[in-house]
Every structure is written in C-alpha cells, then in structure tokens.
C-alpha cells in the first residue's frame, strides 16, 4: 500500500502477519536495490485489511495493525488487540533531508603509504580527488518510547549498556564496535533498519530515534512477537537462517598472540592431551605468512615447513587448527599481485573489494589454495572493518572525534552508504566458497565485525581488542548479550583481555597486570573471564602480552589451575545440552545466550540486569566481576566477601547448581562465589543432560547420558544429535530424542526418537537424577538407570515401564 504524505510517499507491505515493512521516499518511485541483508522472497502471502477513520488510515493483519495519520503520515502500531506497541510523534517523525553523497577518485599518480599500529599493517592514500557521486538523504526515525520500556540490540559496543532507555550509541564499524541495526522491546516488538551507512541511536535530551547518513529512503521493518524469540524468529525468517556450526566450535579453543611455528602448536596440543586437558582447536593467529607479505594466504616455508603433515598430526591429535586471514595484502605477494592484476582492490590498493562478486571469489581460491586444501579447518577473518584511524596515540578520542575520523577513513574508499557492510559481504565469500569446494567441513568463521544477515554466513563475532580489567570484564557481559538480541547467535570474548599490560604511549593497551600470568591478580581475573566464558557460545581464550594455557595459571593442587580445571571440564560435560542448543538455533531460531527478558519479560527487575543471562532454557550464570582475593602487583585483599548478588526471576523456583538448594523466584540472593565458583542456578522444571568426562567433543558419543531433573513445574527438553559436522543434517539426517516431566506425578517420559542419522548409536543409557538439597549431581546411590533404543520410556520412580 502506497500512501501520500505532506512530506513524501509511504509504501507498507506486510512480510509475515507479524512483520509490516515501512519504506519512505520523496517520490512513489521507491528504490529497487536489493537489500544485502533481506533475502529474497522471505516474505509469504499475507492478508492486509486496510479501513479509513476520520484521522486515520488503518493497514491491519492478523496480528499487527498500523494507523497512519492521514495529516503528517505519523505511524501508530498496534497489536491485535488494539493495545498500542509504540508510536512516533504526531507530527511525523519520519525525515528526509538531501545531502550530496561523495566518492573518491584514485588514479595513478596516488602514492599509497604504509602505517603500522597495534592492529596491524595498513595501506592509506592521504589525500585523494573527492567528486560528488549522486544525491542521497539523512534519514531520521522518531519513536516515543514510554515509561517503564526497555529496549535492546544494535550489537556489541565496550561501553557495557544495557537497557539502552536513557542512552545514546554511534553506529559504526570498528575495532571494539559490532554494530546490528535491531532495537528489541519489552513491549512486545522489534525494529529491523535496513541502513549500511553511518547511523546513531539516541533516547536523550536530543530525542528517542534513529538517524542514518546516506540512504535513498528510510527503509524498516516493524515486527511483533510479543515475546523475543518470536521477534527472532521473524528477524531470521527476513536475514537468513543460521547453520549448524561443528559439534567441536563449542568446544575449548587455545589461541595466544602468535604461536610461531607449526613445532608450537603441535606441542601445546600434546601438552593437553598428555595433561588430560580438553581442547578441540588451537588457533594460529597473524604472521603466519611469509616475511613481511601481511595478508598472504600462505604459510611461511620456513616456520610452516609441512602444512598438510602439521594439519594431519593435529587431526591425529583430535584438534582442529583455526587460522587468521585479513581482508588487505602488501603489496609485493602473489595474492596481492593476483588482486591488482584483476582489479580487485579497492583505491588504497591493498585491500579486496568485498563488494565485487569477483573479488570475494578470487579471495575464496586464495585461501583455498593456500590454506583449506592443507586441511585448514576453520578461518579467524580479523580486521573485517579495515579501515579504521582511531588506534594511535596516548590518549583516547571523544566519541564524536573517533566517529568522523573513522568514517571519515572507511568513506574514502567504500561508498558512503555501505560503510557498514563490509564484513557481511567478507563472510559471504568465505561461507560461499567453503560450501561449494567441500561438504565435509561445517563453515566456521570467528570475524570481528558482524552485520544482519551474517548470521547466514556461519560468522561468531567478538568483542575485539579490550583490556584486562575488572570494569572491561563487567561491560563485556552487557555488549554480548545486546548482541545476541539482535537475532546473531554467536559471540564471544579474548578471555582474559587481549591487552593485559599498560602501555603509557597507548591509550587502548590499558590493562592492568604488567606482570602479566606472574600477578596473582591477573590470575584471579583470568580465572573469573573463563568461568564466564564456559558459558558463552564460542569458548576461546586468546590476547597478547601474556602466555594462556592452563598451565601457565599454576599447577594441579593449586587453586587457580584448580578452577580452570573444573570449569574446562563442565563445559564438556554440558556438550549435550549445549550441542542441542546449537540445534535449536539452525532448526528453531533460537538464541542460546539470553538476555533475562528472553524469558521473563513480564518481569520489569530484570530490565536493568546487566551481569546475568540465561544459557539457555535452564542456566542462570552470574559471572563475578570483582576481585575478592587480590589487586594488581600480587597485592592481597583483605576483608572481602567471597559472595556476590544474584536476582532470581519471578515466575520460577530455582536450584543452585553446586548444591541443589531451592529458592524462590523473584529476590535478591547473596550467593557463594569463592574462586572455584561462580553462582549458576537452574530454573525448576529444567532438564540438563550432562555427558561424560572426555578430551574432545569426539568422544563419548554411545558414553551414557546423566539427566538431572529440577522439579517444581513440568519441563520439557529436546536432545538434538547429528554427525557432528558435515551438511547432511540438511537433508534431514539428524536425530531428537523429547524429553517430559510431569512433576505431578513425578514421571519422566523420554519420547520416541525423531529421525536418525549415520552411525547414530542404536541404544544408549539413561541415567536421571531427581535433584534436591544434598543431591545436586549424579550419584550412584540416588540415581536412575534406563537402557533407551529409541521407543518411548516412562520412568516413574526407580521403575521404568
């Protein structure tokens, strides 16, 4: 439906009977560019019911209305049951104002010059002939958000924002900035804005909406839930679904600022094998290329003598390699010669145009060439932002300086309105050419800058280059969880911070622990970041300054190599519940790191809860944010409680994990958080299947199964099997296995299997534990055993039937 306004021509076309898109253009000729992040024809046939008031036109579905003010073409949302969603001001709030978009021009005569920093080598051309290119618009979109609305999304920033009511965020690319054009709302719906350029999010003195630099029109859709994983759902439906990363990306993956030679890497894996260590994937972080050819997708000769025997020992090993690759070459390499050649660079000549189908095929064989066909398993697309300013100095700039130096830099060689987009275009290069050169290997792409629809390409972003802090480690809870809600399921950190030491002449090399693993007080935080991160989607240790291995920590007897220990091997026993997790992801668009009102929305205390979240349907992790046993230099502390608070959400009981003590929803704990723990409560009516003690996520695939069961309400869980890797499961080879708790009548119904896979185990054992104070993990004297082939089972009591 077209509508004409005072101001300009309004199309609504619904997508879903939950999703209307909103499209306002000077003219009825609307844009017909096909949008990078929608996927075609994600729309499906909706009935649109459109009625005419005194005021007001009505454009309705099923579920979702729309009234437009026939005065000012001011847009009111409402849900089927007529309560208003949200609203813009009456007089319009929708803008449109002219602005000359501006390119470079590169010729011959540029002279490209070298910079390197702390991130890297970097090609720049200081001044080049800028024209203008076309004319385009601002775009500015108004909301009146109400009292007592919480909003979210719009990706991962290092501020640490949670609820972003009362708050302002510039949306741009850059090293510690993710940005994701979705804002989520507690009342029941979310905003999608299909902008690539520079945009801002204010809900300040300055006013409640959303501005875009240069666009042709202001383009959004509008989706109801009500509740987040709804609007998820419907974000996917639009972007794309996300595939089945490997069983092994969610194991532990070692990283360091660099391993130097495939000696190195070979021997640290041996090192965790032979201390019992779980460990899936080591990582070879820059400079694995030859001399200073930086961007090579080759690896040096001479540290890297034997790629495909290095690659067969670490398999042999049951470890995966994972390798650092970088959108820009120095000039003087094949790759970068090739690039030239084809015209494949962008003006700085050193970076490939993402933006050219040519050149991300090109990029693809590269590394294809270089890298995958010697058994590369996974890629580390770092610096997927490339152009950035901000990283020099001794002092940080304001925000509104580091925002026009930065886009100032990426518009100087990208079009102005899709500075933004580059890492989307980047993964869809990666994703594309790994799916059409092999079906053996699941993608697995850890990129640092993220946009919708990435999530299609297989990508898991990361928070960046951050410092070892205790406030950094607080924030870092808050940026994952803002972007999580914005319907990209994978993120994750540098636990411990990448930078650990102070650099004066740095302003971001501003950690805290000059000292490195040899302060007891980095130990203490490092511990505390990897509690946390065994409970995030990719659980990765990686940064500079400081070795990581677990060993470097301490030794066994000793507390800090202790708790790494115990939390290491939780998360593999949580494989089952986090692999099927991963499965309800792909098959279900589900989210496995969860801001608290994905479950408890109706709960308004926990709209400001910034340092907890749900993993998934049962976990409440708290991660502890503060020291409690000592400060930077060794210092010890004295006098400082071992515990901290944790708000447990109305509308359920709760089992403190470690003991099975049951609390009540809706109050304040003060909980234990001695070094060797961090509080972690299951919701009542959760089942949490545990697997065995194992080294890799290989193993104990026909290893019984514990089930604890958290009664005090029915529960229900889906196990979710398949091969581990491999795309077969989108043919359908995969396996779930439902599983039902009555609490009435205290049975447990493990359901007929759905579906099976290749080499599927025919049986296997089931073995539950009613949980309780005294009885918070499995013990042989107050556990349940049930041989499973695949038919229904009750168990009722210590009786199966």
Not at 100 to 120: H, L, N, W, Y
Not at 317 to 335: F, Q, T, Y
Not at 370 to 390: M, N, V, Y
Not at 487 to 514: E, M, Q, S
Request: net charge negative.
């Amino acid at each position: 439906m077209i509508i004409e306004t005072p101001n300009g021509f309004l199309r609504l076309t619904a997508y879903a009977d939950n999703i209307i898109r909103v499209r306002f253009a000077p003219t009825q000729e609307f844009s017909a560019k096909q949008s990078l992040m929608i996927q075609p024809d994600s729309g499906v046939a909706v009935d649109m019911e459109v009625r005419e008031t005194t005021e007001a036109l009505v454009v309705s579905t099923s579920k979702l209305a729309v009234h437009v003010n026939k005065r000012t073409g001011a847009c009111t949302y409402l849900d089927h049951s007529g309560q208003i969603l949200t609203k813009e001001p009456d007089r319009g709030g929708k803008t449109l104002i002219p602005v000359d978009v501006v390119k470079s021009v590169f010729d011959e005569t540029d002279e490209v010059q070298i910079r390197k920093d702390a991130d890297g080598v970097h090609a720049y051309i200081p001044s080049a002939r800028q024209v203008v290119d076309r004319q385009a618009f601002h775009t500015k979109l108004e909301f009146e958000w109400v009292e007592g609305e919480a909003l979210y999304g719009l990706g991962s920033h290092e501020e640490g924002m949670m609820n972003l009511r009362g708050q302002h965020q510039y949306l741009y690319q850059q090293n510690m900035k993710v940005v994701v054009p979705v804002l989520l709302s507690t009342r029941g719906y979310g905003i999608l804005l299909d902008s690539y350029s520079l945009m801002t999010f204010h809900d300040d003195a300055f006013g409640s909406y959303l501005w875009t630099d240069v666009d042709d029109e202001l383009d959004y859709y509008f989706i109801y839930g009500p509740e987040f994983d709804q609007i998820v759902q419907s974000i996917r439906q639009l972007t794309g679904k996300a595939p089945m990363l490997p069983r092994w990306a969610f194991g532990y993956i070692q990283s360091k600022e660099a391993y130097v030679s495939q000696t190195e890497l070979i021997d640290i894996v041996k090192e965790y094998r032979r201390r019992g260590l779980p460990l899936d994937c080591i990582v070879q972080d820059w400079r694995s290329w030859p001399r200073d050819l930086w961007g090579q997708k080759t690896l040096d000769p001479e540290r890297f003598p034997d790629p495909d025997g290095m690659t067969a020992e670490l398999h042999g090993l049951n470890a995966h390699m994972m390798i650092s690759i970088w959108p820009n070459m120095n000039p003087g390499g094949d790759n970068w010669r090739e690039m030239r050649d084809q015209g494949c660079l962008l003006g700085n000549q050193a970076t490939y145009d993402a933006f050219q189908e040519k050149a991300r095929a090109l990029y693809w064989k590269q590394a294809n060439e270089g890298l995958f066909a010697h058994g590369i398993d996974a890629w580390w697309c770092d610096c997927t932002e490339p152009f950035q300013t901000d990283w020099t100095g001794a002092f940080k700039p304001e925000p509104e300086e580091r925002l026009r130096i930065n886009t100032e830099e990426a518009k100087r060689y990208l079009d102005p309105a899709m500075i933004n987009a580059y890492s989307l275009m980047h993964s869809q290069g990666i994703y594309e050419g790994q799916r059409k050169t092999s079906t053996d290997k699941r993608v697995v792409n850890l990129t640092r800058s993220a946009y919708v629809g990435q999530q299609r390409y297989s990508g898991i972003a990361w928070s960046g280059d951050v410092s070892a802090t205790w406030d950094t480690l607080r924030r870092q809870i808050a940026d994952g969880l803002n972007f999580c809600a914005t319907g990209l399921p994978y993120w994750t950190v540098d636990i411990g911070a990448f930078f650990v030491k102070n650099d004066p002449n740095l302003w971001f090399w501003n950690g805290d622990f000059d000292r490195g693993v040899e302060d007891m007080g980095y130990r203490e935080l490092y511990v505390r970041w990897f509690q946390y991160a065994a409970f995030l989607p990719m659980f990765r240790s990686h940064g500079t300054d400081t070795p990581r291995e677990i060993w470097r920590f301490g030794e066994p007897g000793e507390a800090f190599y202790d708790a790494l220990e115990k939390f290491l091997r939780l998360r593999y026993r949580l494989m089952p519940y986090i692999y099927s997790l991963a499965g309800m992801v792909t098959h279900e668009d589900y989210t496995m790191m969860r801001a608290l009102p994905f479950d408890f929305r109706c709960d308004p205390d926990t709209y400001d809860v910034g340092d907890q979240f749900m993993f998934g349907p049962a976990l409440l992790v708290s991660p502890v944010t503060q020291p409690m046993y000592y400060a930077a230099e060794s210092t010890q502390l004295h006098d400082v409680s071992k515990t901290r608070s944790v708000y447990l959400p109305k509308g359920a009981d709760w089992y403190d994990f470690w003991t099975g003590q049951r609390h009540a929803g809706g109050q304040t704990m003060i909980a234990d958080a001695a070094l060797d723990t961090m509080p972690l409560y299951v919701r009542a009516g959760s089942i949490v299947p545990l697997g065995p003690d194992i080294q890799h996520t290989g193993e104990g695939g026909d290893s019984p199964l514990e089930l604890l069961i958290y009664p005090g309400q029915d529960g229900h869980f889906t196990l979710y099997e398949d091969e581990g890797d491999n795309y077969n499961y989108e043919r359908g080879m995969f396996a779930r296995i439902p599983l039902d708790w009555d609490d009435r009548h205290q049975k447990l119904t493990i359901g007929s299997r759905q579906g099976s896979y290749p080499e599927m185990p025919a049986s296997r054992r089931f073995r539950l534990t009613i949980v309780s104070e005294g009885n918070a993990q499995p013990d042989d004297t107050q556990t349940q055993s049930v041989v499973y082939s695949g038919q229904k089972v009750v168990v009722d009591g210590a009786r199966p039937s």
